[in-house]
């Protein structure tokens, strides 16, 4: 089967998916200013015309692997928390998802940078990352605002707090990715005093 047949054969939503599947790889393991659409295109096996009839800009691809990202990371997280019955271990389990996932996290630890990074020239992506950063917070917010209400969290703390801190550590988790050894071995630690300040109670074992 040739080429051409193969791209004839393939479902709009399936070349996008396809197309956003090789621009995440390749931006976050290059760069957005560094990778073009033409070598995007030309690795998902199409040419860049094409590419274009799904994203309209390198700019919207990006954004879309932004988009795609985190609704990978909030599917794990949805699993974590449903996994886990005691609701003062929940947010404890986002954060052992998220380090466990090596793979995704590499993927978007690299895309926040390059967007944070992007932000102040780009208009366009400085107003994404802003609500994609809310966006963030008010689902961490949730969880510990449920948890909470479940009496697995100290009614003095709050939700809206600690999410904007467990999203610091997120920001936290990206550099240390990006630099190496930046704070890895401190994460454990980390861990188990945010947990005990959440409970009030000792960290179980990791």
């Given at each position: 089967m040739t080429m051409d047949a193969k791209r004839v054969r393939m479902a709009a939503p399936e070349r996008r998916a396809a197309l956003l599947e090789r621009a995440l790889r390749m931006f976050s393991e290059g760069s957005y200013r560094g990778t073009t659409t033409a070598e995007i295109a030309k690795a998902a096996?199409?040419?860049?015309?094409?590419?274009?009839?799904?994203?309209?800009?390198?700019?919207?691809?990006?954004?879309?692997?932004?988009?795609?990202?985190?609704?990978?990371?909030?599917?794990?997280?949805?699993?974590?928390?449903?996994?886990?019955?005691?609701?003062?271990?929940?947010?404890?389990?986002?954060?052992?998802?998220?380090?466990?996932?090596?793979?995704?996290?590499?993927?978007?630890s690299s895309l926040w940078i390059q967007a944070l990074d992007e932000a102040s020239d780009d208009r366009e992506i400085r107003r994404y990352m802003r609500r994609h950063m809310r966006e963030v917070h008010d689902y961490v917010a949730g969880?510990?605002?449920?948890?909470?209400?479940?009496?697995?969290?100290?009614?003095?703390?709050?939700?809206?707090?600690?999410?904007?801190?467990?999203?610091?550590?997120?920001?936290?988790?990206?550099?240390?990715?990006?630099?190496g050894g930046l704070a890895g071995e401190l994460f454990p630690a980390i861990g188990a005093s945010r947990f005990s300040w959440l409970t009030g109670a000792a960290p179980p074992p990791a």
């Open positions: 096996g199409v040419t860049e015309p094409v590419l274009y009839r799904h994203f309209e800009s390198k700019r919207a691809l990006f954004l879309a692997c932004l988009e795609e990202s985190w609704a990978r990371v909030r599917l794990l997280w949805d699993e974590a928390v449903a996994a886990e019955s005691d609701p003062a271990l929940r947010v404890r389990a986002m954060g052992l998802a998220y380090r466990d996932a090596q793979g995704l996290r590499s993927v978007i969880v510990h605002r449920r948890a909470q209400e479940a009496g697995g969290m100290l009614s003095a703390r709050d939700p809206e707090v600690e999410a904007w801190i467990f999203v610091a550590l997120g920001l936290l988790r990206a550099a240390d990715d990006r630099l």
